[in-house]
């Protein structure tokens, strides 16, 4: 059998990279993650690769090189779902800070 390359990016259960970082996300979150459908739907069935490209086509003015990288080298999905969400929670403490500074 040909080896697509795939396997590597799927855990025990057979499912993709992509999924299991949306579980870990989702779970985080309390609720689903702010990605779009058609984002959390390529992400179902994406490698690493895939979800770069998914996210440079859906945010491509915030797409950067570091992320990209971030992604490609995170080998465990449930460790980037963490990091994102870290990030995310710091740049929402962000905005509040200003939001409440400037009223």
Known sequence: MADDGQDEDRGGDGEAYGARFLAELDRLSG??????????????TADQERMVEVL????????????????????????LARFMFAQGQQAAMAW????????
């Open 96 to 103: 509040a800070f200003v939001f409440a500074s400037i009223t």
């Open 56 to 79: 440079r086509e859906e945010y491509s003015l915030s797409m950067t090189y570091h992320h990209a990288q971030i992604i490609r080298t995170t080998e465990d999905p449930h460790e």
């Open 31 to 44: 609720t689903r993650s702010c990605f779009p459908y058609a984002v959390r739907q390529a992400f179902k």
